[in-house]
Each structure stands twice: as structure tokens, then as C-alpha cells.
């Protein structure tokens, strides 16, 4: 009898053991995913990223030439005014 209950106790705790490994497993494949999730929308914020700094380089870009465009004209309306 004592040898029944004690293999019954190790078959509990076995089954326990495999109940907490179980969870354990859920647990490691809910982190990878929310890895994986945070991982992907890193590279997508990357990419958003590197889009508008793209952009405003081409904003300053059109900026410095209009600049030059106004100031040559403010050039020359001043170099006609000092004519007169």
C-alpha cells in the first residue's frame, strides 16, 4: 500500500511537473510573438523614419533654391537701381 501511494505522489507530480512545463512553453511563445511583433513594427518605424527624413531633405533641398532664386533677384533689382 505504502508503495501505491508514493507511486501515485511521483504520477501527481509528474503531471504537475508537465502542467508547469506546459505553461512555461505558452508563456516563451507569447513573448517570442510579442518579439516578433516589435521587431516588425521597429523596421516599420524605421522605414517611416528614414520616408520623412527623405522628405524634408528634399524640402530644405527646394528651400535653398528658392533662397538663391529670391536673393539673386534682390541682387539684380539692386544692382538696376543702382543704375538709375
Known amino acids: ?12 507530480n509528474a503531471s504537475h ?3 508547469e512545463i506546459s505553461d512555461i512553453e505558452k508563456d516563451i511563445e507569447g513573448l517570442t510573438s510579442d518579439r ?8 516599420e518605424n524605421q522605414q517611416q523614419l528614414n520616408k520623412w527624413k527623405q522628405s524634408l531633405s528634399a524640402q530644405v533641398s527646394t ?9 539673386g533677384a534682390v541682387r539684380e533689382a539692386q544692382r538696376k537701381a543702382d543704375k538709375r
Open 1 to 12: 500500500s505504502q508503495m501505491g501511494d508514493r507511486s501515485e505522489g511521483w504520477s501527481k
Open 36 to 43: 516578433d511583433a516589435q521587431e516588425k513594427k521597429k523596421l
Open 63 to 71: 528651400f535653398q533654391k528658392l533662397e538663391q532664386k529670391y536673393l
Open 17 to 19: 511537473i508537465q502542467e
